[in-house]
């Protein structure tokens, strides 16, 4: 019975201290990649393993230049990402290694979609979970 009221708690407190590293990793490793531009109040993060996929939709609004940073804990390898339109149309494919950081304008509102795919893991080692953040910044257009 002792041994369940060590684990319980433990169980129950995991998801926030999980959300709290991703946090801190957030503004450690991904927030300085926004410098220059105004970052929205949305914190839009997850935590992954090898082989899962997420969608997140956005909305961008017109007269503003915008920074999109895909950054993902190295734990997880070069996270591949696609930014589409809500028809399906590809407008930007990268990956957090290389090129996870897109500039781009918008001369009208729009909702986008942030594709992003954890890779497999070709080693038998254990997986492991991993922070992923998309933030997206603005400033007015020159």
Same mark, same amino acid.
């Given at each position: 019975?002792?041994l369940?009221?060590?684990?319980l ?5 995991a ?13 450690n490793?991904?927030?300085p990649?926004l410098e220059?531009y105004?970052q ?5 993060s997850?935590?992954?393993v ?6 997140l939709?956005?909305t961008?609004?017109?007269? @503003? ?8 804990h190295?734990?997880?390898g ?7 339109d809500?028809g399906?149309? !590809? ?5 957090s ?5 897109f500039?781009?304008k918008?001369?009208?509102t729009?909702q986008?979609?942030v @594709?992003?795919?954890?890779p497999?893991?070709? !080693?038998s080692?254990s997986?492991h979970?991993?922070c992923i953040s998309?933030?997206?910044? !603005? @400033?007015e257009?020159?």
């Amino acid at each position: 019975m002792k041994l369940y009221k060590i684990i319980l708690p433990l169980v129950l407190l995991a998801p926030f201290v999980a959300d709290a590293q991703c946090r801190a990793f957030t503004k450690n490793q991904c927030l300085p990649q926004l410098e220059g531009y105004i970052q929205n109040d949305n914190y839009n993060s997850a935590m992954l393993v090898p082989g899962d996929e997420a969608e997140l939709l956005l909305t961008f609004y017109g007269g @503003k230049e915008y920074r999109l940073v895909v950054c993902a804990h190295p734990i997880l390898g070069s996270v591949d990402f696609e930014i589409t339109d809500t028809g399906g149309e !590809s407008i930007y494919k990268g990956n957090s290694a290389e090129n996870g950081v897109f500039d781009f304008k918008m001369t009208s509102t729009q909702q986008l979609i942030v @594709k992003l795919r954890v890779p497999e893991q070709k !080693s038998s080692v254990s997986t492991h979970e991993g922070c992923i953040s998309v933030m997206a910044g !603005s @400033k007015e257009l020159n």
